[in-house]
C-alpha cells in the first residue's frame, strides 16, 4: 500500500497444531509482506502441540498463543481476542501467502460495507490427489475467477475458504465471534453467514490468494471430506433451518437420503428377480452419473488434454460424495 497512515492494522492469526512439518514456510512467506510491517501482528494460536511447533514459531518474531482447548474455532477466537488489528485475517500453517496477499485485502475494505472478504486456495504440490482437489467438478476449496460483491452466502462455494479470509474485528465482535461448538467443517461458511445476515457486505477476490497443501492420499481425502459433511450436519442440527447453510445441508441430506431408499429398494427388487425395468432403473440412478461425470472431464479434456481424468475422476467424485453425505448422516443422527 502506498498511503500506510491512513491504512488499517491488520492482525493475521494462524491456529495450529502439530504443524512442524508446514508452518515455517509460512511464517516466512509472512515476513515478506508488502504491508506496513507497523501496521502487521501475526498471531500464532497453538493447540498445545507436542512436536516442535512451538520451538519454530518462537524463532520468528510473531505472538505466540497457547490454547489448551480443542477446536479450530477455538483457536480463531482466542487470536481474535489477543490481537487489536482492524482487520482480522485468517490463514493455516499448511499455507503459503504471497507478498501482497495482505495488501489486496485491505483494498476491499476500503468500501465500508464490506466487512468480510475471501479468496482462492490453489494446490501448493503437484501430486494427484491435489490436482484433484483443484480441478474436479467441485473443487476441495474456493477457487474464485471474477471478484463478487454479495449480500449473502450463496452455494456452490460463494463463500470464503477457511484458510484465506478476513473480516472486521467490529463485525466479529457485533456477530458474536466463530461458534465454538463446530470443530469438523462449515465453520467459516456458519461465520461468514452470520456477518452477511446483520447487513453486511462480503467481497470474493481472486486476486487475494493463498496456496494450500491438500491432502496428499486419496483415504486423507475422503476422511477430510467425511469431516465437511458432519460440519454440515451439525449447523443443520443447531440452527434448524433458520438460515441458508442450514438449509442448504437440509435439501443435500434429504436427497442423499432419497437416493440411498431408491437404489436400495431397486437392487433389493433386483436381487428378487425384478423386471428389466427394474435394472435399468437402478443404472439411471447408479452407473448413468458416472457416464454424465465423464462426459464432463471429456469436455473440458479437449482443452487441456487430460484424458485420464475422464476414467478416474467421476469414481473419487462418487465416493467423494457419498463421503460428505454419510458424515452428514452420522452428525445428525449422532448425539454428539
Not at 465454538?180 to 477476490?205: P, Q, S, T, W
Not at 467425511?226 to 441458508?244: C, E, H, I, R, T
Not at 431408499?261 to 427394474?278: E, P
Request: contains cysteine; hydrophobic residues 40%; aromatic residues 12%.
Amino acid at each position: 500500500m502506498e498511503d500506510y497512515e491512513t491504512s488499517p492494522s491488520v492482525t493475521v492469526i494462524v491456529p495450529v497444531r502439530n504443524g512442524e512439518m508446514t508452518i515455517q514456510p509460512l511464517l516466512e512467506s509472512l515476513q515478506k509482506l508488502d504491508y506496513d510491517p507497523n501496521k502487521v501482528e501475526v498471531i500464532v494460536v497453538d493447540g498445545n502441540s507436542t512436536d516442535r511447533t512451538q520451538e519454530i514459531v518462537k524463532e520468528y518474531p510473531v505472538k505466540l498463543v497457547v490454547e489448551e482447548r480443542n477446536g479450530l474455532n477455538v483457536a480463531r477466537n482466542t487470536g481474535i481476542k489477543s490481537g487489536n488489528g482492524e482487520i482480522v485475517a485468517f490463514t493455516d500453517s499448511d499455507c503459503i501467502v504471497p507478498t501482497n496477499w495482505v495488501t489486496k485485502i485491505v483494498e476491499n475494505f476500503k468500501d465500508p460495507q464490506v466487512s468480510c472478504v475471501g479468496g482462492s486456495a490453489e494446490a501448493l504440490d503437484g501430486d494427484f490427489v491435489s490436482q484433484y482437489a483443484d480441478n474436479s467438478i467441485v473443487r476441495l476449496m474456493p477457487g474464485f475467477t471474477k471478484r463478487e460483491e454479495l449480500e449473502e452466502v450463496k452455494p456452490f462455494f460463494k463463500h470464503p475458504a477457511g484458510c484465506n479470509m478476513a473480516f472486521r474485528r467490529e463485525a466479529a465482535e457485533q456477530v458474536g465471534y466463530f461458534d465454538e461448538n463446530i470443530k469438523y467443517g462449515f465453520d467459516e461458511v456458519e461465520f461468514a453467514d452470520r456477518i452477511c445476515r446483520a447487513g453486511h457486505k462480503m467481497v470474493l477476490d481472486p486476486e487475494v490468494s493463498v496456496w494450500h497443501k491438500h491432502r496428499s492420499t486419496l483415504a486423507d481425502f475422503l476422511k477430510q471430506n467425511f469431516q465437511y459433511g458432519k460440519g454440515s450436519g451439525l449447523v443443520l442440527k443447531q440452527n434448524k433451518l433458520k438460515d441458508s447453510v442450514s438449509k442448504w445441508s437440509f435439501l443435500g441430506l434429504m436427497g442423499f437420503i432419497t437416493w440411498l431408499l431408491i437404489v436400495g429398494s431397486l437392487t433389493y427388487l433386483n436381487l428378487t428377480g425384478g423386471s428389466g425395468i427394474v435394472f435399468w432403473l437402478l443404472f439411471a440412478f447408479t452407473i448413468l452419473p458416472l457416464f454424465v461425470l465423464a462426459s464432463v472431464y471429456a469436455y473440458r479434456a479437449l482443452y487441456n488434454k487430460k484424458f485420464a481424468r475422464v476414467v478416474v475422476y467421476p469414481f473419487i467424485d462418487f465416493f467423494r460424495t457419498l463421503s460428505f453425505c454419510f458424515g452428514q448422516l452420522y452428525q445428525v443422527v449422532s448425539n454428539s
